[in-house]
């Protein structure tokens, strides 16, 4: 059967998207049949094998529309691989370092132990301060969070190599 992957993302301000474009193209690049679009406008799964959803970080929670994805595709997402991605940390280092080992908000556990994704990873993300609303900008000033483009697109694109390996071969290859 061939391959159709839904690469799935929610995004304010835009820094999450290009990730899942970039994720896409990578995926596009090694012969995988790819649709990425806003998690909201996502119907029905059924044309797909494989799905990837990622969200931006706000206060510690996904956005709402990612929340609801997992919500509303449950049954059908714990029958599939599917691949989780957060966005969000801003700074140099390690992400999951700079989140204190934080990759994925606690309140949607429950439906992460039911879908039992492949993979959860933590990506770096954007602050923009052009972008952000008042009272945005006051808590990013307040909280002194490190403000510019910090995304790893080598991280992500090793990652998406990572995952595409596993599309096409069905198995996670160990490195020597
Ligand atoms: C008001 C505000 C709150 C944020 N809260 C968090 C947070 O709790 N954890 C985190 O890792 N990043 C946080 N961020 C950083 C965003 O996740 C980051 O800017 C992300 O790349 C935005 O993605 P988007 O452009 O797709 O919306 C916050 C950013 C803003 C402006």
Do not use: C
């Amino acid at each position: 059967m061939s391959q159709r992957i839904l690469v799935a993302f929610a995004s304010k301000y835009g820094a999450t998207a290009e990730i899942a474009a970039r994720i896409g193209q990578v995926l596009r690049e090694v012969g995988l049949h790819v649709d990425v679009q806003p998690a909201e406008t996502v119907s029905d799964l059924s044309p797909y094998t494989a799905v990837i959803l990622g969200s931006a970080v706000y206060a510690g929670s996904w956005r709402k529309e990612a929340v609801h994805f997992l919500e509303t595709f449950e049954d059908k997402l714990a029958q599939m691989p599917v691949w989780l991605f957060s966005s969000g940390p801003t700074g140099q280092g390690d992400p999951l370092t700079l989140l204190k080992g934080w990759n994925f908000p606690d309140a949607q556990k429950p439906l992460t132990d039911h879908i039992q994704p492949r993979d959860l990873v933590l990506f770096h993300g954007e602050i923009n301060m052009q972008k952000l609303n008042f009272g945005e900008k006051l808590i990013i000033k307040g909280l002194k969070a490190p403000v510019g483009d910090f995304r790893d697109w080598k991280a992500i694109s090793a990652w998406t190599m990572s995952v595409a390996d596993v599309l096409k071969h069905g198995a996670t290859q160990m490195p020597q």
